[in-house]
C-alpha cells in the first residue's frame, strides 16, 4: 500500500487471499467474522487484546460541563462510552523502526 493510503477491508481480505491461499470470497467472510467478533466483544463491555498489536476497550465518560466555542456559552455533554486503543509496545517500535 501507498504511504499516506487507507486500509480497508477489502484489503485486508486481499491480504488473507494472497498470504492464507483462502478463496476470496472465504478471505472476506474471515475477515468480516473477525471483525464481529471484536465489535461483539467490546459491544458487551469486554476488552480485545491482540498480542503484539494492542487493546482495544469501552471507557464510560460522565457528563461534564463543555463550552460552545462560538457562542462561549456552557452546554452539559451528556455521559457516553469511547472506544480506546492503547497500541502495544511491539507495535510502537515496530512504528518507530526500533525492530
Known sequence: MAKGSTLTRAHLAEA???DVGLS???SSQLVEQML???C????????VKLSSFGNF???SKKQRMGRNPKTGEEVPIDPRKVLVFRASH??????????
Do not use: C
Open 24 to 26: 476470496r470470497k472465504s
Open 16 to 18: 488473507v487471499y494472497h
Open 57 to 59: 476497550a469501552v471507557r
Open 40 to 47: 461483539k466483544a467490546l459491544i458487551n463491555g469486554e476488552t
Open 90 to 99: 511491539v507495535l510502537k517500535d515496530r512504528i518507530n523502526g526500533d525492530d
Open 36 to 38: 464481529e467478533e471484536v
